[in-house]
């Protein structure tokens, strides 16, 4: 009975370490890949406007267009001024392809909440039992992170459009797909979300999943560390007053 405990404690201690590694991630990107003021932040920054004689109001369509499509249910990401396309068929061909990925990573993040918080309330009635196992876990998983997050960060700051050009193998196994997502100089996509665009993103990425995972770091250590211990101690000196 006591082994099979043992087993559950860690698979459950393994499983929320994992969902909130992937909750993290969609906590990190979503709000900002959804967030049309980020994006007209950005095209500020670029001089996107510009560059491609957009007005402020039409690049307020265009990211309307492009987040609405990816997040909020629009049917189609194509907008048209004075009866010309904005993007090209490649560039629609693509962002669909982007899409599936966006749905896909918005139910895992959703999912992977849900299983955060199940064994957090499980962990929670076991905490005395899992106390060992669990810190030593944590700690474990969260300096692979860290490490992996770092190298990351490294190779991105050295040659971010290598960086760019392996993420894609990682997300587009499929040649086609992967293919498609490079496109020629003058498509109107790629000089729209450019790659200061989307080094910029993965900076704001970057120092989000890093805050929340110190917080973790944090919550990790007052539950089960000498921060906790010392606040339980304070705590109990003041009730005795």
């Known amino acids: 009975m006591r082994k099979g405990l043992k087993i559950a404690d860690i698979t459950v201690i393994l499983l929320f370490s994992l969902s909130f590694i992937l909750t993290v991630a969609f906590l990190s990107i ?7 003021a980020y994006y007209m932040l950005q095209f500020e920054k670029n001089g996107v406007g510009e560059n491609l004689n957009y007005s402020i109001g039409q ?3 265009i990211t309307s267009a492009i987040t609405g499509y990816l997040f909020r249910g629009k049917s189609s990401m194509q907008v048209y001024f004075d009866g010309t396309a904005v993007f090209s068929d490649q560039a629609i061909t693509h962002m669909a392809d982007v899409k599936v990925l966006f749905v896909g990573g918005t139910i895992l993040g959703f999912v992977s909440l849900a299983v955060f918080f199940l064994c957090l309330v499980y962990l929670f009635f076991r905490r005395k039992a899992v ?3 669990f810190r030593r876990i944590n700690y474990l998983v969260f300096l692979v992170f860290l490490l992996l997050i770092v190298a990351i960060a490294v190779y991105a ?3 971010f459009d290598s960086a760019f050009v392996n993420f894609h ?9 992967f293919n498609n997502a490079f496109f020629p100089d ?5 000089n729209i979300l450019t790659m200061d665009f989307f080094f910029d993103v993965f900076l ?8 929340l995972f110190f917080v973790y770091f944090f919550v990790v250590q ?7 211990a010392k606040i339980k101690s304070s705590f109990s000196e003041k009730l005795l007053r």
Do not use: Q
């Open 30 to 36: 979503i709000p900002i890949a959804s967030n049309n």
């Open 59 to 61: 690049l307020e369509t």
């Open 131 to 133: 106390k060992k196992n």
């Open 157 to 159: 700051f050295v040659d």
């Open 169 to 177: 193998h990682l997300i587009f196994p499929d040649p086609e797909k």
């Open 186 to 190: 003058d498509d109107t996509l790629i």
């Open 204 to 211: 704001n990425v970057v120092v989000r999943i890093a805050a």
């Open 222 to 228: 007052s539950l089960y560390g000498k921060v906790y």
